[in-house]
């Protein structure tokens, strides 16, 4: 499965963006889809998932009650709403994919990613 982010930029602190992560090769209604972020010299950190059904989420606590994800099994893509963005959100943020239903913040648990796209929120 090839997945495709996009639909980052550069804002201001209390500004919103929304990222998209398009899926080709298969479809991924049956599987989960976590967004993770990079900040510069910082590892990789997981930021929310979402089942295939969409019936169910997972955020970590410092995007809780800002981020949503979302997912369109129609148009294969998921997508993270990020809401009173902070300059600590800056960081490429990437879209992975994990071959099973469940959710998990574990990035290990992913088998297949997007290039990422960067988010820049400046103060």
């Known amino acids: 499965v090839q997945l495709q982010a996009s639909g980052g930029g550069l804002v201001q602190a209390g500004d919103s963006l929304r990222l998209s992560c398009a899926a080709s090769g298969r479809t991924l209604s049956s599987y989960a889809v976590g967004w993770f972020r990079q900040a510069p010299g910082k590892q990789r950190e997981f930021v929310a998932a979402i089942r295939g059904s969409g019936n169910s989420t997972l955020y970590t606590d410092s995007v809780k009650g800002r981020f949503t994800v979302s997912r369109d099994n129609v148009k294969n893509t998921v997508y993270l709403q990020m809401n009173a963005l902070k300059p600590e959100d800056t960081a490429v943020y990437y879209c992975?994919?994990?071959?099973?239903?469940?959710?998990?913040?574990?990035?290990?648990?992913?088998?297949?990613w997007g290039q990422g796209t960067l988010v820049t929120v400046s103060s």
């Open positions: 992975a994919v994990r071959p099973t239903a469940w959710l998990t913040a574990e990035r290990g648990a992913y088998d297949y």
